[in-house]
Every structure is written in C-alpha cells, then in structure tokens.
C-alpha cells in the first residue's frame, strides 16, 4: 500500500454538550449481580463512560450496604472506602466487616476524572454471599435412593468398557422431594443445592432456573460444586413442596452402549439448604434429612456418553407440587458425598439456541433422517402424539454414511435417545443429563407429521436441536470482506461453542475429556468471542485438585482416568497449569489467580525439572496431529524433545516473572538463572548455526523456538525466513500440528508476515480450514485433514481467530500490559481483504477497530474505552500530517522500525482517513 505525500486526517463531531460522565457495568467476581459468592473479599469492577475523549479515572469511592434502604441513602454501613485517589478500576478487592454467609449486600461506586469532574453514583448492585463453611449448611445432609456398595466403586476409572464381569451397572435415577410451609411475610428466600453427577430443581412444579447439567465437573473424591438460587418469587404462602431429579454424569457411568471411559464414584446424591428470610427478621432452614421422600422417576437409563431414556408412563403428575401423596415413597438414605462443597464458579451450561430441521430423507422403510443443518453440541427436543407405549429411538450423528444412515464411527457407539409414549395429547420431551455432538438425528419407530404410510406410527410433529453449552457471556465479533474468512471464523466459534460445557472438552461426544493443552493454546482465540473469566478459573481449579503429589500434572482434569504414556504426562498438555494463571492476570488483571496457583506452578516446574538430563526432556505427545506420512497422532516432523523442553523453558519463564509479582524475589533469581541455562543448552541441542534451523526444521521447531524466546537476537531473523521458505517449499500449506500452529501464525504475525498467513489460510485446495468447509465441515475438525474416522467437531486447532481479532482487526495488547489499559490498534491490511471490523469487550469497556481500504483511500474507525489509552499504527512510512477538523493541525513524525506511523490516543470514538 502506498500513500503518496498524503495527510491522515481525524474526523470527530464537535462537542455541543456538557461532559456527562457515568458509572456502569459493574460486577463483583466478574459477575453482574451473583449468587453464591465464596471469596471473603470479593473483587469489584467497573467501567466509565464518557462523550469526551482523552477520560482517565483519577478517584473513586465504593459504599456497601447490608440492606436497600442504606443503600439508597448513599451510605455504606459495610464498608465506606471514602474517595481513593487511584486509576484502578477492576479487581477493587471489597473492604470493611467481614462479610456473613448466605447474606445479600448492596453496592454503588462513584468516580473522578482528569477532566476534575465527578460521576453520580452508579446504580445500585449486589451480590449474596455463598456458605462458606460447613457449618452453614445447618446440618444438611447428602441424601441418595440409594448407596453403592464400596466394593463396587470405580475411582479412578476404566479407560475404555472395563472387564465383563462388572456387569450393566443400570442404576435408579430417583426423584426427591420435601414439603415445607411459608407461615409469615417472606424477604428472600435462596437455596443452595448440589446433586452428583447432576441435578434439577423445581420448586411447586416450576424448575428453578434454566441450567443445564448443574453442577460442573470436579474431582469429586475432593470436591464438588453447589449452585445458587434466589427463589423467593416461586414461593407461595401456605404450604410448599421442592422437588429435585437427579442424573449420573460423570459420578456414575452405567456398563451399557458406548462409554470413553467406566467409573463409579457412587450412585446420585444430593445436599440441599433452603434459607427462608422472614420480613420480621427471622430465618428458618429447610435442608435435605432423612425427612425427604424419593422413588425411581421416568428416566430409565441416564448416561454422560450412551445417551438416555425416558418412559412417560412412568410420571408421577404433581410429585413435585404440595400435599402429593408420597405414601409410596420411601425415606430418603442418608449417605457420604465430597468432601468439600465450593460454589460453582463458571457460568452455567444452558440452551443457547435452537437448530430446526433443514431436510428429511427416507433412507429405508423404517428410518428417517433430520438434518439440523449444523453440527454442535445439544440434545434433541422432540414433540410427537401416538399411542400409549409406543417407542421412539433417536441416533444423533455427526456424518452420515453411504447409504444415507447416521455413522457414529468416530464419535462413540452406540448412543442413542428413546422415549416411550403415555399416549393422548402431544408429548414434548428432551434429555435432562446427556447431550452429544451432532448434525444428523435418526429416528426409528415414528414417523414425520403428514408421512403418508398405512402403518399406525407416532407421528412426529417436530424434531429440533437444542445447542447446549456455557453461558459465558459474548464478548467480541468479527467480520470481513473476505468470505472463506467470514465461513471459517464461524467454523472456528462452532467448535469452539460445542466444547464449552463445565470444562473445555476436546469434542462433544467420544470423550468430553477436559484435554488440557486446548485450554491454553486456544484461550486467546476464545477469549476474544466470550468472556471467559470464570470458567477458565474454573479450569484452573480443576487442574489444581488433579496435580500428583510429585506435582505432575497430568494431560487431563478432572483426571477421571489415568492414561499411560504421553496421555498422562505431556509437558506441553500439563503446562497449562503454569499458562493459564498467567493468561488470566494479564487479560483480566487478576492477580489473585498467581498467588493462589503459586505453589501448583512451582510444584510442576519443579517435577519437569526432576524429568530432565541435562535440562532436555524428552517424553510426551509433542506436537500432536501434525501433517506427516503417517495418519495424524503424535508429533511426526518435530522432536517430542524439542517441544517439551520448549515448553520447560516457557514454564520457567513465566515462573520467572510471577514470582516478581508476588514478591517472591529468591525464586525469580534462581529460576531466572535455571531458564539461561536451559536456553543455553536447547540451543546447543537443537540449532544448527550452519542453516539457522531448528532440529528438523519444520514448521513447529521453528516457531516455537522464535515464540517464547529461545533464539539468541543474531539468529532471530534467519530462523524467521527459515519459516517462510518451509511454507513456500509446501506450496503455503500447513504441516503443523496441534501444539505448533499458534506458534506458527503467532511468529508470522509478530514479524510482519500476515501476507504469508493470508496465503497460507486463503485457499481450500490443501489441508486447512478452506479444505474442511469444502468437505462439507460446518464445525471445525479434528485434523486438517477433514478425516471421517476421527472427530468433527474439535476445537485444538482453531488459532486463526485470534489472528482474525489481533491482526486484520487489529485488536491487541502488548506483553507488558495488563488487561487491555493500554492498547494497541495495528490492522493488517494483506491479500484481497478490503475491510474489517472487530469488537473486544475489554475489562475496561468496549474496543473496536473498523478499516476500509480502497484504490484511493484507508479508513480506520477506532473506539477505545474510557480509563485506557492506545496506540494507533498506521500502514507504511509516507510522510503526513494529522489534522483534527475544526482544530489546528499536528505533525505526525513517529515512524517505526518497521514501516508503520503511530500515534497515541486517549478513550473516545475516533474515525480517520489517509489519502493514497
């Protein structure tokens, strides 16, 4: 691009109104008004808005209240943190009394600028605290049909189907149910519920809540999560009744159909506290006890990978409504569960969209075929009417075969849904504790509404898909001119959508296993479509209760079966329990997560360290499913050593810096002083100083030698072009793998090559993202490949995005910044793209960078949040000027190194243009 002796002017409506600055957004534990918050000092952030630019906060003032009425009075008899002159508007840790389980607090906040103006006070927000200790739970006892055995457990799991001689292991997945009575005026009424593996509560008939597979997954020898409710508008005066059912999850996974895995923690459980707070000011607990009556419900077989069953003529209409005879039922037992309960920190999983069918087609005479038309994690909805006992089983799938039958070839076989009929009206039903991935459902034993036929099949009136996944909120959007680009980042979002349940899981049917290098190496391209703060601490929290005593981590967590090999230890799999902390306090700001992980990071440096020979490792996956001769698996074109020991290095710097910030300043120098010398001795292992390359000299030992810092300064260069000429000597096709290609793109990106990205990704000829879309892919998969006998629905390799958000947007930040305070604005403007937008929801507000570039003119439109700044990069080095209209006119005499014009700016919405 070229810009011949042209000005960049700065287009801005004048200002006709007075600064209005206002206070919005908050949230405590980075959550708007939560439930169930467990921290004893919980973090409070906020944003400012202002129609002015160049706004930096410069003081604020936080008030707490314990009820409304002070609230509303602006005072805080919790906490008055009077006005603290400070800039810091996220992760404001909460002051004053200690804070009470189970109790509701009020908050507003208030703030200054460098304008001198102050804001009102924002609107008021709260918070309720959770239980956090076992005394609250007053007494609250885990109660369950029925208790398995001891003998019969299966901690940790089989991999795979286990011995026959264990038998069906077919359990009862009961109903629970408790009437209590509301005698006087209510205030608020909460409850507090954790069921295993998986519960829904319903409250006089009506479910509480809308989530999906509550709680999340834990190590549940150690412990488990309980969710919040507020259900004071559900109660009524008089009499009222609680109803709970409950599935098996992973708790307890039946020896029948498919299964990635065969364990038994035991037989569903619950433990329940419901908190009645009178107007009066009295309080009455209602908790689960031997006073609670269950049965077997409707659900007949319940799996976390087989599927699930359903038999309507099983109901028990109003068992879960006052005054229901339960004189059938019998006492609950009571029994032992985890033995820690902690708030559930992650969003909940629920139904974030419905996918109607496209297509029907009649494959044979007893089957038909519904295609949704996308491929995602859900579970069917069914409505059908037909006659008592009649039988439907619906095969979900990602692929069909060629007979034009659903295939579960690569996803897990057999899993399936079957519901049997009560008869009369028309029957909705959808499974409560199982889902799978699929684009395909296959029915047998009915038949389509308005089928013509003879025979007296159920007829179904409709059959939709209902995608699950974690409700985490959308924080950010892309879009270009470029249309394979456009397919391909909805490639990438649906899978990254379908592994977002409680953990990141690989695919949503065969394993659902939380593999954990997907965690970190996709974690910057997740990060920008959804705000996944709470459940990357949650991930966290698993990886911390899965860390060996010798401070291995292992590829998994919750680590419900122990792999051999590579697949239970994996430098580049475990190290994300050293990455993710990190990642976390730099685009979150954090720093809680390093200090709580400081020991679980130290502990598995300190295991990869025992695991070297002269600081080389050398064990693992390496960089798995690289394009080699071979089918894809483990690493084929780069040594297992060299990415391990890559990775060791990485660990250790990053260990390196934390410890600094905690103030843990002997462990900075001696790990400091271990990662020189690991460096020095890669090098002397891996590079050949004769061709600049690495081992090898793939694509992966390259770049990620580049990428976290291995390459002394004088090779840097070379090893680059090193890079380039690998791609161009591969026609710009990719031979990296799972653990390579971020670094790859990563490296391009940073050294000004996204022309070589865009040649590399532009294209559907080779294997690749364009390769996948034209085999039909409509969610990312699992090789390159586009491979029917592996999975279709994989996240691991989706790094383009963050390509998408940092790069043709132009959307980043730097290293040294913590979470997005100081910006930077650098599109790239490469191939045929002729415009792109993105959006970022930072912690400070929303960031937007918007280009056109034609023949004659480049347009950027940039918006940046209040109490930040950035910098802008402008392409190409052509001398100019920067006017601002109506304004007087700035020389712009910044050029950088590498060809680009910067300029810093403040917050507001700015628009420019270059003449070519």
Request: glycine share 8%; aromatic share 12%.
């Amino acid at each position: 691009m070229k810009y011949i002796g042209a000005a960049l002017l700065l287009m801005f409506s004048c200002m006709v109104n007075a600064q209005h600055l206002t206070v919005n957004n908050l949230t405590c534990e980075n959550k708007t008004n939560p439930l169930g918050i467990d921290a004893v000092a919980p973090k409070l952030s906020w944003n400012l808005n202002s129609d002015q630019r160049d706004v930096l906060q410069t003081g604020y003032q936080i008030i707490v209240a314990d009820n409304l009425s002070t609230i509303n009075k602006n005072q805080g008899n919790v906490w008055d943190s009077h006005k603290v002159n400070s800039d810091q508007s996220i992760m404001v840790p909460c002051g004053g009394k200690e804070l009470q389980s189970a109790k509701t607090y009020y908050w507003k906040v208030r703030v200054w600028d460098n304008k001198k103006e102050a804001s009102a006070w924002s609107a008021v927000s709260s918070w309720q605290m959770g239980l956090l200790s076992t005394t609250d739970w007053k007494g609250a006892k885990w109660i369950a049909y029925e208790e398995l055995p001891s003998a019969q457990r299966i901690v940790p799991a089989i991999h795979g189907n286990g011995p026959k001689n264990l038998g069906p292991g077919k359990d009862v997945l009961p109903l629970m149910c408790k009437d209590f009575k509301v005698n006087r005026a209510i205030k608020k009424a909460s409850l507090f519920i954790s069921g295993l593996g998986h519960f829904e509560a319903s409250l006089n008939g009506k479910t509480i809540g809308d989530h999906f597979l509550d709680p999340g997954w834990t190590s549940y020898d150690k412990e488990a999560m309980y969710v919040s409710f507020d259900i004071t508008k559900q109660l009524k005066p008089g009499s009222n009744a609680i109803g709970v059912m409950l599935g098996n999850g992973m708790y307890y996974i039946p020896r029948e159909r498919y299964r990635k895995i065969t364990g038994a923690f035991g037989y569903p459980k619950m433990i329940c506290l419901v908190k009645l707070e009178y107007s009066d000011g009295s309080i009455e607990n209602v908790i689960s006890d031997e006073s609670w009556k269950t049965t077997a419900g409707p659900i007949t077989f319940s799996s976390i990978y087989g599927g699930e069953d359903y038999d309507a003529r099983l109901e028990k209409s109003g068992w879960n409504t006052a005054n229901f005879n339960d004189s059938a039922w019998k006492r609950a037992l009571i029994v032992n569960g985890s033995p820690r309960l902690k708030a559930q920190i992650a969003d909940p999983v629920t139904v974030m969209d419905t996918l109607t069918t496209k297509k029907i087609t009649h494959p044979n005479d007893s089957t038909w075929v519904y295609d949704l038309g996308q491929n995602s994690s859900a579970i069917p909805q069914l409505k059908i009417k037909g006659a008592k006992s009649s039988a439907i089983k619906i095969v979900p799938g990602e692929l069909l075969d060629d007979n034009g039958l659903v295939t579960q070839q690569a996803t897990g076989a057999p899993n399936y849904f079957a519901y049997t009929l009560k008869g009369g009206a028309i029957e909705t039903w959808q499974p409560k504790f199982s889902y799978y991935g699929f684009r395909y459902l296959q029915i047998t034993g009915a038949k389509p509404h308005n089928q013509a036929g003879a025979n007296k099949l159920p007829e179904v009136i409709e059959l939709c898909g209902l995608h699950i996944r974690n409700s985490a909120a959308k924080a950010g959007d892309f879009y270009c001119s470029n249309d394979l680009f456009n397919r391909t980042y909805t490639l990438i979002n649906w899978a990254i959508k379908s592994n977002m349940v409680s953990v990141l899981t690989d695919c949503p049917h065969r394993e659902k296993l939380g593999w954990l290098e997907e965690a970190h190496l996709m974690a910057n391209s997740i990060r920008y479509n959804f705000d996944m703060t709470n459940l990357f601490l949650q991930e966290i929290e698993n990886i911390r209760t899965s860390q060996r005593e010798n401070g291995m981590i292992p590829d998994i967590a919750p680590e419900y079966v122990q792999f051999d090999g590579g697949f239970v230890d994996s430098p580049e799999w475990g190290s994300t329990g050293v990455i993710l902390p990190w990642y976390l306090y730099q685009w979150y700001g954090n720093k809680d997560v390093l200090v709580q992980n400081y020991d679980m990071i130290k502990r598995y440096v300190e295991y990869l360290k025992s695991k070297a020979n002269n600081d080389i490792l050398d064990y693992g996956l390496g960089d798995w499913f690289d394009i080699g001769p071979k089918n894809p698996g483990p690493a084929q074109l780069t040594p297992k050593s060299l990415t391990a020991t890559a990775y060791y290095f990485y660990d250790l710097s990053i260990l390196t810096r934390i410890a600094k910030i905690t103030g843990n300043e002997a462990d900075a120098v001696h790990y400091g002083a271990l990662a020189a010398r690991v460096r020095n001795n890669y090098n002397k292992v891996f590079f050949n100083t004769a061709t600049n390359q690495y081992a090898t000299g793939s694509q992966t030992a390259n770049a990620i030698s580049v990428y976290m810092g291995l390459v002394e300064p004088q090779y840097k260069k070379a090893v680059v072009d090193n890079i380039v000429k690998d791609l161009q000597a591969h026609n710009n096709a990719i031979t990296a793998g799972d653990i390579g290609f971020r670094y790859l793109l990563k490296v391009l990106a940073d050294e000004g090559r996204s022309d070589v990205i865009f040649a590399m990704n532009s294209r559907d000829d080779v294997p690749g993202y364009g390769y996948q879309l034209a085999h039909g892919a409509t969610s990312l998969t699992e090789s390159w490949q586009a491979y029917r006998f592996v999975s279709n629905n994989h996240f691991m390799l989706g790094h383009l995005m963050e390509w998408f958000y940092n790069n043709l947007a132009g959307i980043s930040q730097s290293e040294d910044i913590i979470a997005s305070k100081e910006i930077i604005i650098r599109p790239s403007v490469v191939g045929d793209v002729t415009y792109a937008r993105g959006h970022f929801k930072s912690p400070y507000g929303a960031i937007s960078s918007s280009w056109q570039s034609s023949k004659s003119e480049f347009k950027l439109q940039v918006r940046i949040p209040a109490n930040t700044k950035a910098v802008v990069y402008f392409p190409d080095a052509a001398t100019g000027q920067v006017y601002e209209v109506g304004k007087i006119q700035m020389i712009l005499s910044t050029v950088n190194s590498d060809g680009h014009r910067t300029l810093e700016i403040g917050s507001g919405t700015y628009s420019f243009s270059i003449k070519k």
